[in-house]
């Protein structure tokens, strides 16, 4: 009997704290009421594979989020960061460097934020707004608007390589996002990533180096940015300068609900994979219903705002 | 030993603290009081590292120290707790324990956080003192005097020679407060450390501290032991 009321104590913490996989798989399934082509195999196949991008930018936004910022240029490290791979192979380097050289330049791109932010002290919203316009101007004007295709093979490894019906780039991204949870959980640095966004002065009073912290999280959203940017050319073949522009308001609104703080020191990373792809499943059925384009944008809004109420509510029971 | 000398602290032409001396003796408590804008906290940042003072010395054991920052005083064996403010109330008590000096174990090539051990020294530390705390609860979901004993614990665990406590008693009710001062006594006896205390609750410092220092506009009005000046007389320093 203690056994039962244990488990079932443990299944409903675990239900409060992940709520989020709770949500999507409850709307999963009222969808599929409604279109219950959602639950074959080929469509699931499909939200995993294409969701994997909103899922990264939102991991790498929410890193940025942990210390109370936030990081609007990730999508333009998404479009930059690998076209500076393909050009720095084009100019002859080996696929694996031109890989490598795009999250290295991703991360980059996230120290330089993180610098003009802590030294200059320019507030994150204004400084990553500058640095997606810059970014995404420098590859209009390099691609002249024109997508870039003739992706090398081992480039689209991840998108090409198939083990059964699924893509080698899902497994990559299982292995980033497993990395990426250790690191928050676990690590000295990851924890402090919490602390800093919890109290800043308080870390400083305790020798945290507070700025230090915060430039490392900017690194880490570019990086991921790049990521995201790279798995998703290996697997559409291209990289366009539009790219992931649509993904910024799901990269956002996806930390929201999985009840990521706006102010800092809150975020759980299994609940926002799972906002994640409930942003994604919702941009997908919206699509696949033949509904207007437009819409998608109306529901993503309104899911935001019902995560946010739902998150007020969730805090109210838990007592904060 | 603590010996301060002319310490003066000025931002432009406003003076925050004006020659301040005064010597304490190791093991000594000292309640630092005034009105507002007296200096007290100026004073108590300057000896933390937190502040430069703009002129005068400071002498440890003889020997003329400087410190460039919080984390220069700490290695010299300096602690400060200061208003409540210094933990993250979304953290566990044993995040706010070990903030800045966490436990790791290596696992491979890589350094983990050895939770569990963090926890267990946590439970230890606090149940020396005083009663004990669930250390995996959310700091801010403690009392007012829980949050207390957490942050001087904490300022406590660095083994340091001497221990600033800043308006930390502010809002403790009357039962907390006791409790407070038997643990910040028990603190005193059982590791010799000097204490430098700023709180405005004059009753509290007079049960607490061996000297009193009064400051007023960035001066010293008064600095003796504590059974020599009454609340009145402490009151009519510290006023105009």
Known sequence: MKLARYLLGAVRTNLVEYYTWLLFVGIYLVMGIFVPTIFRT?????????????????????????????????????????????????????????????FLIGGVIGLFNG?????????????????????????????????????????????????????????????????AVIFARRTVTGRRLYLVGGNREACSAMGI????????SFMISGLFGAIAGYVSSSRMGFISSSFAVEWLMPAIAAPVIAGVSLTGGRGNFINVIAGAYLVQLIVMVVRAGGVSGYFTEFVQGLLVFIAILVNAGRQRVIGR | MIQVRNISKNYGTVIALSNVSFELERGKILGLVGDNGAGKSTLLKILSGDLQPSGGEIYLEGRRTRFKSPADAMKIGIAIAYQFLEL??????????????????????????????????????????????????????????????????????????????????????????????????????????????VSHDLDLVKELSHFIMVLRGGEKMFFGRTDEISIDEIVRYMLP
Do not use: H
């Open chain 1, 42 to 102: 080929a469509i699931l196949l499909n939200v995993l594979v294409q969701g994997t991008t909103v899922c990264l930018l939102s991991i790498g936004m929410t890193f940025v989020m942990l210390v109370g910022e936030i990081d609007l240029s990730i999508v333009a490290a998404a479009a930059f960061a690998p076209m500076a791979g393909i050009i720095s192979w084009e100019m002859g380097f080996p696929v694996p460097v031109a890989i490598l050289l795009t």
């Open chain 2, 88 to 197: 993250v109330d979304s953290a566990m008590v044993w995040e706010n324990f070990f903030m800045g000096r966490e436990r790791t174990k290596r696992i491979g090539p890589l350094l983990f956080l050895d939770i569990g051990k963090m926890k267990q020294l946590t439970a230890d530390a606090i149940a020396k003192y005083g009663p004990e705390l669930d250390v995996d609860r959310e700091a801010g979901e403690l009392s007012g005097e829980q949050r207390q004993i957490i942050a001087v614990t904490r300022a406590i665990e660095a083994n340091p020679e001497i221990l600033l406590l800043d308006e930390s008693f502010t809002l403790l009710y009357l039962e907390g407060r006791k409790e407070i001062v038997d643990f910040l006594k028990e603190v005193n006896k059982k590791g010799d450390i000097t204490m430098v205390i």
């Open chain 1, 115 to 179: 610098l003009m932010i802590t030294k200059l002290r320019i507030p994150s919203l204004v400084q990553t707004v500058a640095m997606w316009w810059m970014l995404e101007g420098i590859v209009l004007i390099v691609t002249r608007g024109v997508a870039k295709a003739g992706l090398p093979n081992a480039w689209m490894v991840l998108g090409r390589i198939f083990i059964g019906p699924i893509p080698l780039l899902v497994f990559f991204f299982i292995i980033v996002v497993i990395v």
């Open chain 1, 209 to 216: 180096p507070v700025n230090r912290i915060r430039i490392i």
